[in-house]
């Protein structure tokens, strides 16, 4: 594997930037009180975004942010998905149309603009897709998967879903890009109940373990590497946190636990708001205002490589100090590696970085951030 590609940026002087303010908040799914709760970045409960049972929501399962601000909610019990207002929670009716679903489970938007939707059913449970207004596009899945739940895409277009099956006989099934079943990828040797999976650092694959209670992690090729965070009791839903910290619902205690970026518990997120049986976390960002301020951008950015020894440098001039949040992140934008985790810089630096072995070769992305600026550079590993 060989890493190639050159990106450079020079930045200087005193400008007018545009800058935004950015509200976070924590949605999380109250299954066994058919509602959705929200939280501040603090864990601080405020109060029901979704009511008990309101339009007819029932059983929730799954929260998913429209791109129009429309906020999606899955039932187990409805066999439609349930829209809401983003911003007030009002009821706007059914967003899911043409296709009757059975036991609906979890909702993601995939590559190519489309809603997936997982379906719990023992014999409708084919992963069904709809377009962004709702309306039934086809089963992508060529079979049925039976328990199915948390699902992503790898750069080519792969898709892996966590199939629970029994809870203590679940995998992680692969198939390509046109719904194609290509087996199991992770079988059940080690894992039991998956429920959620993602792309972690490293490009390796993390899954929660509801049956166990832990999260796994394993190569992107597959392979067993350990046991990431433990502690739970039953967890399922995931929400990464804007400093990279984890949070993952947990059923066996009714709350939602707080992990660093190294699966070293916070201890608990939340202790309030009526929460029971937990099974999604979402974090929502919200621009809230916008305005231009007078700043002094940084003389210079730039990354730089690869070097013989296939390294990279990420060299940065401050002529004022300034927190830096850095990253390596996949052509999804999952965040695969952190390089600065909100630091102070200051004057001239250098931090070089490497890719792991075991990265599979395609487009990647490092990303840097301050309070005011932010830069992308893409770089290739083949």
């Known amino acids: 594997m060989r890493p190639i590609y050159l990106c450079l940026l020079f930045v200087s002087g005193s400008v007018s930037l545009l800058t935004a303010q950015e509200t976070y908040t924590v949605f999380v799914s109250s299954r066994a009180t058919s509602s959705v709760k929200n939280y501040d970045l603090e864990g601080k409960y405020l109060g029901n975004f979704v009511a008990p049972g309101y339009g007819g929501l029932s059983g929730t399962e799954d929260i998913l942010f429209h791109p129009d601000g429309r906020i999606l909610v899955s039932g187990f019990q409805n066999t439609a998905i349930k829209s809401y207002d983003g911003e007030s929670g009002l009821y706007l009716g059914d967003f899911s149309s043409g296709y009757t679903l059975a036991t609906p489970s979890k909702m993601s938007i995939g590559p190519d603009s489309l809603i997936y939707v997982t379906q719990w059913g023992t014999t409708q449970n084919k992963v069904v897709r709809f377009d962004l207004d709702g309306n ?9 998967v039976s328990n199915g739940l948390g699902h992503i895409w790898d750069i080519y277009g792969d898709f892996y879903i966590a199939q629970y099956g029994n809870g203590g006989n679940g995998i992680i099934r692969r198939f390509d890009p046109d719904g194609n079943d290509l087996g199991t990828f992770v079988n059940s040797a080690i ?4 429920t959620n999976i993602w792309w972690g650092p490293g490009g390796d694959l993390f899954i929660t373990d509801w049956t166990v209670g832990n999260v796994l992690r394993y190569s992107s090729s597959g392979s067993y590497k350990g046991v990431w965070a433990t502690g739970m009791v039953n967890p399922e839903g995931v929400a990464t946190l804007p400093n990279g910290d984890v949070l993952i619902g947990d059923w ?7 992990f660093d970026s190294l699966g070293i518990s916070l ?5 309030f708001g009526g929460l029971v049986d937990p099974n999604s976390v979402r974090l929502l960002t919200r621009q809230t205002s916008a305005t231009y301020e007078p700043t002094t951008l940084p003389d210079r950015v730039a990354w730089i490589g690869p070097g013989p020894d296939g390294r990279y440098t990420l060299e940065m001039t401050f002529p004022v100090g300034a927190r830096v949040h850095s990253r390596i992140v996949n052509a999804m934008g999952q965040s695969l590696a952190i390089i600065h985790d909100q630091e102070w810089v200051s004057g001239q630096s250098f931090t070089s970085w490497n890719a792991p072995g075991q990265w599979t070769p395609g ?15 893409p770089f290739s590993i083949r």
């Open 252 to 258: 066996g205690v009714d709350a939602v636990h707080r």
């Open 363 to 377: 487009v990647y992305y490092i990303q840097v951030r301050t309070d005011s600026a932010y830069w992308s550079f």
């Open 191 to 194: 894992l039991q109940g998956p």
């Open 267 to 271: 201890g608990m997120f939340n202790s």
């Open 136 to 144: 039934f596009v086809d089963e992508f899945t060529n079979v049925g």
